[in-house]
């Protein structure tokens, strides 16, 4: 009776000890900071479904051509199309370890044949049937099931940000044609007004109302407009070849709205709340690269006890013994085997600090994907916040320019000095520039947009 009660208690304490050894705990979002403890709380808080990341990308961005191009480019692209591969490699790897608690099945048929002396061939079979199980008493098989499903999440956050990525790559690249066809409209339109320029320069140099100076900076300044443009002409068949690689198809011109705008709604925030971090698929895929480490440290401790597996033989059989019965009998073996290390305490050992240091550079890892999303959401709200204002003083800037080089140039119509051009040329190039700074401010607030949607976890 005391011997009963002895064993009973080393079996509870045993099992206690493996408890406090978190090798049967479920891995928890770490609180051990105030960083990963205001993630964990803005877990647990609802998502707002208005919130500008939570919006479905067909509201954000609804240029009928960019619809077109995205959808094309989910379809076909090769890095989402390898991203859902993972995924299903990762849900047969699940699959696989959820079976591993079911018993083996094997069936090994033999036969053999023997002759002794001038004794007839004597001919032995066996049909046996070999059932094995391991019994997973010491959480083996659980950390590894568990750890295949962590995969699995990470292998679908990691899907949704290939997703969110190529959404905003798409639409990256189209607003970037549309500055760059914008700029290019502007420079040919502009190059064509100032080579009616350079011909009236002539004109008056003819009429000897002005210099060959003046003649020649008038050239000089429609070949700089000429040399630009053949720059945007190259950046154009970039941004086009950008765009067909999105779409994994050949080389191609793409068609697009010279009018498109986009625009954000206010966001009202005092810095950077913590669940739009929390919404961001590559902060989830970091936390499941957390807990897949955390599941092979509870693996690797799980070296140091004993695995039970019972095995189970039987089939049908002509050799009983060292006779051949002919016919056969059925047979029956059961046994059971208790595998206890030994001599590899110090490998067991060694690969449980190898595991403990992976968990921690996972748990840094994490900690730095938390301040890098939260780092590129503050410049997203920042750039279109500043963008904003900067057009309102660019677009008054364009305006006056506009009326200046109106003016220099009826000043011109009665003067007959070279001063006169050089400030009419000055106008120009003044509001030639003004011009494309708007254009690309523009740019600059759109792709802030798309910058802050992908930042929030925007395009699930």
Known sequence: MKTSIKAALVATAFVASLSSCNIYKKYETPTDTPLTQSYAEALAQEQDSTEFGNLRWQEVFTDPLLVDLINSA?????????????????????????????????????????????????????????????????????????????????????????????????????????????????????AALWRETVQSMRDLKEAGNTTEAAVMQSEANYYSIQASITDLEAQLVQLNNAMSLLQNVMPRTWTVNEQSALSAPAIAANGVEMRWLAARPDVAASEMALASAYYATNSARTNFYPSLAITANGGFTNLLGSMISNPGDWFIQLAGQLTAPLFARG?????????????????????????????????????????????????????????????????????????????VLTAQQTLLAAQISLIGCDLARHQSVINLYQSMGGGR
Do not use: H
Request: aromatic letters at 8%; glycine letters at 4%.
């Open 74 to 190: 989910l379809a076909n692209n090769t890095n989402y199309r390898n991203a859902q591969l993972n995924v299903e490699a990762a849900q047969a790897a699940l699959q696989g370890a959820r079976l591993a608690y079911l018993p083996s099945v094997a069936l090994a048929p033999n036969g053999a044949g023997a002759k002794y002396g001038s004794q007839d061939f004597g001919w032995s079979y066996t049909i046996p049937m070999q059932v094995s199980w391991e019994i997973d008493i010491f959480g083996k098989l659980l950390n590894s099931k568990r750890g295949a499903q962590a995969a699995l999440l990470q292998s679908e956050a990691y899907q949704q940000a290939v997703r969110s990525q190529i959404i905003a790559s798409v639409a990256n690249c189209y607003y970037s044609l549309v500055a760059v066809q914008q700029q290019l409209t502007l420079s040919r339109n502009t």
């Open 347 to 423: 490998r067991n050992i060694a690969q449980l600090r190898a595991a403990k240091a992976q968990q921690q550079i996972a748990l840094n890892n994490f900690e730095y994907t938390l301040l890098s999303a939260a780092s590129e959401v503050s410049n997203a709200l920042t750039v279109y916040d500043r963008n904003g204002a900067k057009r309102q003083f660019l677009v008054a800037q364009v305006a006056d320019l506009t009326k200046a080089v109106s003016m220099t140039q009826d000043l011109m119509t009665f003067s007959t000095g070279s001063v006169d051009y050089l400030n």
